[in-house]
């Protein structure tokens, strides 16, 4: 069974740093771009940043210059600097997998970054 394993997260101050990373776990063929989304409290989830797998990158206006995607192998990681409050939000990690001969999305459990001010 494939599953998408997320570490990192919790509080900073503003201007701080965190890193998160997402490990997939399982059988699988390849993996299409794996990236993070994010969901704050009352709004809807968006676009973080995504590797896809020729190494291309995109991030969202609002953490551009700030926030850095890279992706060893089966794992993301997401190193987020100069951090705000508005980037408080619940981070997801998201793959498109190929196993076998399907490819789906798979999405992880989701972990809190809670940054004041």
């Known amino acids: 069974q494939v599953q998408l394993v997320e570490l990192g997260g919790g509080s900073a101050q503003a201007g701080g740093s965190l890193r998160l990373s997402c490990a997939v776990s399982?059988?699988?063929?390849?993996?299409?771009?794996m990236g993070w989304y994010r969901q704050a409290p009352g709004k809807q989830r968006e676009l973080v940043a995504i590797?896809?797998?020729?190494?291309s990158t995109n991030y969202a206006d609002s953490v551009k210059g700030r926030f850095t995607i890279s992706r060893d192998k089966n794992t993301v990681y997401l190193q987020m600097n100069s951090l705000k409050p508005e980037d408080t939000a619940v981070y997801y990690c998201?793959?498109?997998?190929?196993?076998?001969?399907?490819?789906?999305?798979?999405w992880g459990k989701g972990t809190l970054v809670t940054v004041s001010s």
């Open positions: 590797n896809a797998s020729g190494g």
């Open positions: 998201n793959a498109f997998i190929i196993t076998d001969l399907r490819g789906m999305d798979y």
């Open positions: 399982g059988k699988i063929a390849s993996i299409h771009y």
